[in-house]
Nanobody
Framework: QVQLVESGGGLVQPGGSLRLSCVVS????????MGWYRQAPGKQRELVAR???????NYAGSVEGRFTISRDNAKKTGYLQMNSLKPEDTAVYYC?????WGQGTQVTVSS
């Protein structure tokens, strides 16, 4: 059974930074792509960033240049470094791996 647990969310001022982590338990990780998604109130869940098993990355246009996705296969952990945060980044952030979702972590960007 695979479980994903996110952490690192919180309240931050515009222009600030946060680093999200996603720890994966179970027998899979390194060979599979991992994604970070977010869902704001009243909106559909959207892909923020994705990293393949080999480390190739892609980003939503709205976060390109501000967010960085990475992974540590030895620790079975994925990361999302978020810089220059904006109020429109406010959402619940979820990690995703092979049809499995974490419980989400709230990110609120507000002054």
């Amino acid at each position: 059974q695979v479980q994903l647990v996110e952490s690192g969310g919180g309240l931050v001022q515009p222009g600030g930074s946060l680093r999200l982590s996603c720890v994966v338990s179970g027998s899979i990780f390194g060979n599979y792509a991992m994604g970070w998604y977010r869902q704001a109130p009243g909106k559909q869940r959207e892909l923020v960033a994705r990293i393949s098993g080999s480390g190739s990355t892609n980003y939503a246009g709205s976060v390109e240049g501000r967010f960085t996705i990475s992974r540590d296969n030895a620790k079975k952990t994925g990361y999302l470094q978020m810089n220059s945060l904006k109020p429109e980044d406010t959402a619940v952030y979820y990690c995703h791996l092979l049809n499995n979702w974490g419980q989400g972590t709230q990110v609120t960007v507000s002054s």
